[in-house]
Antibody, heavy 117, light 110 residues
């Protein structure tokens, strides 16, 4: 069974960088699929942030200038960095496995990140 | 601001059928597969339908998906109280080069 688990600080100060890691078990991330981040502001809908796969990364154009997603295959995990955060970046952040047809079939439980001084 | 539009809410009595629509354009739904997700309160989204009408293992056949042109529809038959949740459509947008999600629909069992 594939399982994903987000980890990282729950509170980030404005203008700083949000950093999260997603640990994967039950599947080797180097074996394929896309590995992505999706967020959900409180009481709002889902927003795709970006994904990484063996051939590279691709990001939401509206966030691209601030986002970096990377993989550590030795630890079977991938990470998200979002720079220059503001209160608008406060959200539950999910990591998820994606397929070539943009379905996300396994999700982490999500982690709430609050941007506040 | 989402490029996929869903009704904010739909409702029906237990045992009845509901449908949730998802309206897009030629660059997203019109050109790519659609997925549907169920999000129960306080939990992560769960994949219900992929590739327009396929159900992952373990998803009951009460849930169905279809696509026509630039719109997609999720159907839920034999509605149960446990189906009360938010439902999202999702697909790839070829113009934006991005995964996109619908605005979300809250399904209420009366």
């Amino acid at each position: 069974q594939v399982q994903l688990q987000e980890s990282g600080p729950g509170l980030v100060k404005p203008s700083e960088t949000l950093s999260l890691t997603c640990g994967v078990s039950g599947y080797s991330i180097s074996s394929g699929y896309y590995w992505g981040w999706i967020r959900q502001p409180p009481g709002k809908g889902l927003q795709w942030i970006g994904s990484i796969y063996h051939l590279g990364t691709y990001y939401n154009p509206s966030l691209k200038s601030r986002v970096t997603i990377s993989m550590d295959t030795s630890k079977n995990q991938f990470s998200l960095k979002l720079s220059s955060v503001t209160a608008a970046d406060t959200a539950v952040y999910y990591c998820a496995r994606g397929t070539r047809y943009s379905s996300h079939d396994y999700w982490g439980q999500g982690t709430l990140v609050t941007v506040s001084s | 601001q989402s490029v996929l539009t869903q009704p904010p809410s739909v409702s029906a009595a237990p045992g009845q059928k509901v449908t949730v629509s998802c309206s897009g354009s030629s660059s997203n739904i019109g050109d790519n597969y659609v997925s549907w997700y169920q999000q129960l309160p306080g939990t992560a989204p769960k994949l219900l339908i992929y590739e327009n009408n396929q159900r992952p293992s373990g998803i009951p056949d009460r849930f169905s998906g279809s696509k026509s042109g630039t719109s997609a529809t999720l159907g839920i038959t034999g509605l149960q109280s446990g189906d009360e949740a938010d439902y999202y459509c999702g697909t790839w947008d070829s113009s934006l080069s991005a995964d996109v999600f619908g605005t979300g629909t809250k399904v209420t069992v009366l």
